[in-house]
C-alpha cells in the first residue's frame, strides 16, 4: 500500500510579484509567490500536502474515522473535513470554545464536507480530543486521530517535497518567507533548503515555535539534526496573540492586494507578509536576493475572521 494518499497533482505555480516586490522595497524581479493556496482540495492550502501522509497512514490502518482538533476557524480541520469526504472516511472536528451563533468561513466548510463538529467548551481540546477517541474505541469504531495542525516528523515530509518542487522551479532561490504555525511547514523546508534560507514568520499558534520546529526536524527520518539556535524565526508580527488582527498584518494585506490581486488571510499569510516587509525594512531580505514568499492559503478564514469588514 502506498505511503501517502495523493491530493496535490504537479507543482503547484509560481507568480512574479513585481509591483509588489517594488512597494516593500525589493527590485521588481526579487519576489516570486508560491502558491500553494492552490493546492485544490477543500480550498486549497498547506495542509494539504500534509495530510496526504496522515491520511495515507490512516488508510493503511483500516479507519473509518478521521478525528482532529483546532481553533474555530481551523485550516487544518476545514482541510480534514475535506480529505475524509475525498476518501470516503467519517470526520469529526474538536475545536475550542463554544459553538458561535453564526457559522462563517471555515466553519461553514466544515459542515459542507459533512463533519462532525465536537465544540470543547472550558475543556482543554486536546482533552476534549481524547475522550472523543475513547468514546469512538468503546463503540468499536476504528478512528485515527490526527494531531492539532496536523503536524509531526512524517507529515512535515510534504514540505519536504514542496522544496524539492522549489528547487526545480526556482533554482536560484536565496530565501523562503513563510508563517509558522504547528510548525511541519517550516520544518519541511528547512530539512531541504537549509535554515539559512528559510524565514519562519511566527502567528502565535504555538508557545515555543523554536523547540517545536527543532523537534519536528530532529525527529525526520533521514534529516541532519539541526541546531534550534540556527533556525531564523521572527517573533514580531504575533501582537496581542494568535487570534487578533494586528495593523501590520491588515496593511500588508492591502498591499498585497491593491498591488497584485494577491489574497492574503489575517491570521498566517497576512502576517507572514508583515513579517517579509519588516526583513527588508531592517536588511534580513535585501534587494537582489531571489525571494519565496509561501502562499499557505486560509482564504476561507479571512470571511470567518471578526475584526474584517
Not at 527590485?27 to 498547506?46: A, E, F, H, M, Q
Not at 467519517?90 to 470554545?97: A, E, H, K, N
Not at 517573533?235 to 498584518?249: D, E, H, R, V
Request: net charge neutral; proline share 5%.
Amino acid at each position: 500500500m502506498e505511503e501517502f494518499v495523493r491530493f496535490v497533482d504537479g507543482p503547484t505555480p509560481i507568480d512574479s510579484a513585481p509591483r509588489l516586490a517594488k512597494a516593500i522595497g525589493l527590485l521588481g524581479s526579487d519576489l516570486l509567490v508560491k502558491r500553494d493556496d492552490l493546492t485544490g482540495l477543500g480550498g486549497g492550502g498547506n495542509k494539504v500536502r500534509k495530510l496526504q501522509y496522515s491520511c495515507g497512514a490512516a488508510v493503511r490502518s483500516g479507519a473509518s474515522t478521521l478525528v482532529t482538533s483546532g481553533a474555530p476557524q481551523s485550516n487544518h480541520a476545514r482541510l480534514t473535513a475535506a480529505a475524509g469526504a475525498r476518501l470516503g472516511l467519517d470526520v469529526i472536528l474538536v475545536l475550542q470554545g463554544d459553538e458561535p451563533a453564526n457559522l462563517r468561513g471555515n466553519l461553514l466548510l466544515d459542515r459542507m464536507f459533512g463533519a462532525r463538529i465536537v465544540w470543547s467548551g472550558k475543556r482543554p481540546v486536546e482533552d476534549q480530543t481524547q475522550t472523543v477517541m475513547n468514546s469512538l474505541a468503546g463503540s468499536g469504531v476504528n478512528a485515527y486521530r490526527i494531531p492539532f495542525g496536523g503536524s509531526t516528523p512524517s507529515t512535515a515530509r510534504g514540505y519536504a517535497d514542496a522544496a524539492h518542487e522549489l528547487l526545480q522551479q526556482v533554482p536560484d532561490l536565496d530565501q523562503v518567507v513563510v508563517a509558522v504555525g504547528s510548525g511541519a511547514t517550516m520544518a519541511g523546508l528547512v530539512s531541504v533548503l537549509g535554515a539559512e534560507r528559510v524565514l519562519g514568520i511566527e502567528t502565535g499558534a504555538i508557545d515555543d515555535a523554536r523547540r517545536t520546529v527543532s523537534g519536528l526536524l530532529n525527529g525526520m527520518s533521514g534529516v541532519s539534526p539541526v541546531r534550534s539556535g540556527l533556525l531564523r524565526l521572527d517573533a514580531g508580527q504575533i501582537g496581542q496573540g494568535y487570534p487578533q488582527l494586528t495593523p501590520a498584518a491588515r496593511r500588508a494585506m492591502d498591499t498585497a492586494a491593491r498591488t497584485e490581486g494577491l489574497v492574503l488571510d489575517p491570521t498566517y499569510t497576512g502576517r507572514a507578509m508583515a513579517g517579509l516587509i519588516a526583513a527588508v525594512a531592517s536588511g534580513a531580505v535585501r534587494p537582489g536576493q531571489r525571494t519565496v514568499f509561501l502562499h499557505t492559503g486560509g482564504l476561507p478564514g479571512l470571511f470567518g475572521h471578526p475584526e474584517i469588514d
